[in-house]
């Protein structure tokens, strides 16, 4: 029965599988072209942590689509030769010096496991950024199949689960930074409130003496 079931699928009409093909390169490119950009210090103003964030949301927003399909097929077995995958170094020595203290982070591989192990954003970043540079190679080859059985392939055995982990990192510091510095002002507030009361009590009492003796 579940053979049947299987078989009963019905594969991706070719026009909806290319139109995904070139969605799914263009949230790759995009995510390339921010990492880059952020390694640079492009991001002004202490935006690089939320501009990661919101590049990661993209990336795994098209990775979801991916897992939600069928899985694809090649007509061949093995993957066509696209060459070497791209020397991405440089740019994560750029990000683990902007990301600073926290590019090191706790990662739980397997979520039902409770262990963690450290790992570092810089590093998680640009192996994500390899994995879907890779598929993109396919795609700018005219192999749209290819390309779309790598990027899901990918994003369920490597870059998915990388990307979460990376994706709950930042959103707890960029989460942090706003809502600490909200109980920060309140604390402040509530302090200030504290010596606007202690004055206006001494301030009572004088007026109270001042009134007794006229």
């Known amino acids: 029965m579940t053979d049947d079931v299987h078989e009963a699928v019905p594969t991706m009409p070719d026009q909806e599988r290319d139109e995904l093909a070139q969605q799914v390169a263009d949230a790759v490119e995009v995510y390339l072209l921010g990492l880059q950009a952020i ?3 492009e991001a002004a ?3 690089a ?3 990661l964030l919101l590049e990661v949301s993209q990336l795994l927003l098209a990775g979801a689509r991916l897992g939600a399909q069928v899985d694809f097929e090649t007509p ?3 993957q066509p030769d696209v060459g070497p995958d791209p020397d991405l170094d440089a740019m994560r020595l750029r990000l683990a010096s902007v990301l600073g203290d926290i590019d090191t982070y706790a990662h739980n591989f397997e979520p039902y496991d409770p262990a963690t192990l450290p790992s570092q954003l810089s590093d998680d970043l640009t192996i994500i ?3 879907v540079a890779h598929g993109l190679r396919h795609f700018r080859n005219g192999d749209a199949r290819e390309a779309l059985w790598w990027w899901q392939y990918s994003y369920l055995a490597s870059w998915g689960t990388s990307a979460c982990g990376v994706l709950s990192a930042l959103h707890s510091v960029v989460a942090h930074d706003r809502l ?3 109980v920060e002002d309140e604390v402040e507030l509530l302090e200030a409130a504290e010596e606007l009361g202690d004055v206006l009590a001494g301030g009572g009492a ?3 003496g001042g009134t007794a003796r006229s």
């Open 129 to 131: 950024a390899t994995d």
């Open 39 to 41: 390694s640079r210090g």
């Open 49 to 51: 942590v939320p501009l």
């Open 180 to 182: 600490d510095r909200d």
């Open 45 to 47: 103003g202490g935006a």
């Open 206 to 208: 004088v007026l109270d």
């Open 76 to 78: 061949t077995r093995y």
